[in-house]
């Protein structure tokens, strides 16, 4: 089956600086590749997602890079803000219909220092 | 619109008791799925369903049944609750469309004793 491993497990950086979060995956079936950032005792909500026929992604702040070939994928906050304190989950889909079938990395804390 | 509705939000059960957790969408969402979080672990997929009537092993399935007989439920029954399944369970739901988005509930932390 799909193992996604995810890095750094805790991130802290300066308000303002950027925030990388990298994660490999094992499967080569896997196409679709979502973000999701929890909150403390919050559901996990999706921030962004890519497909695998696309190398990047940007929406506002936050974008995703894919290289398929090396099966890794990494999230970029850029001008961090205090809200962007959470936890950030990777995951990997085959999404050959719907997403029933995610596989999740074990998270990142992201803490932003005022 | 509710989105994805789980029950209860908390529950205490004791060693061999059994329960069902509860899962509503009012999406109309053909995909439906049980994850758990442990920390230090991410979610870990329990069982999922692409329709009524059929349901399909996760990562995680032992202890753990599932039954999809509506395409708004998807009730997730522990048969005899042991303390290693303490965790929080969430709930998701997506369907077949450009907008693959799954859609989680708010969980129910489920503790063990």
């Known amino acids: 089956g799909e193992n996604v491993e995810q890095h750094p497990s805790t991130l802290s950086v300066q308000e303002g600086d950027s925030a990388v979060i990298k994660c490999t995956y094992s499967?080569?079936?896997?196409?679709?590749f979502p973000w999701y950032k929890q909150e403390l005792g919050k559901r996990p909500q999706l921030i962004i997602d890519?497909?695998?026929?696309?190398g990047e992604k940007k929406d506002q702040r936050i974008a995703v890079t894919l290289n398929k070939t090396a099966k890794h994928f990494s999230l970029h906050i850029t001008e961090t803000q205090p809200e962007d304190s959470a936890v950030y989950f990777c995951a990997a889909s085959p999404l050959i219909f719907g997403n029933e079938k995610l596989t999740f990395g074990t998270g990142t804390r992201l803490t932003i220092i005022p | 619109n509710a989105g994805v509705t789980q029950t209860p939000k908390f529950q205490v059960l004791k060693t061999g008791q059994s329960m069902t957790l509860q899962c509503a969408q009012d999406m109309n969402h053909e995909y439906m799925s049980w994850y758990r979080q442990d920390p230090g672990m991410g979610l870990r997929l329990i069982h999922y369903?692409?329709?009524?009537?059929?349901?399909d092993q996760g990562e995680v399935p032992n202890g753990y049944n599932v039954s999809r007989s509506t395409t708004e439920d998807f009730p997730l029954r522990l048969l005899s609750a042991a303390p290693s399944q303490t965790s929080v369970y969430f709930c998701?739901?997506?369907?077949?469309?450009?907008?693959?988005?799954?859609?989680f509930g708010q969980g129910t932390r489920l503790t063990v004793v």
């Open positions: 998701a739901s997506s369907t077949a469309s450009r907008n693959t988005e799954a859609f």
């Open positions: 499967d080569s079936a896997s196409n679709y």
């Open positions: 369903s692409v329709g009524a009537g059929v349901t």
């Open positions: 890519i497909r695998s026929n696309v």
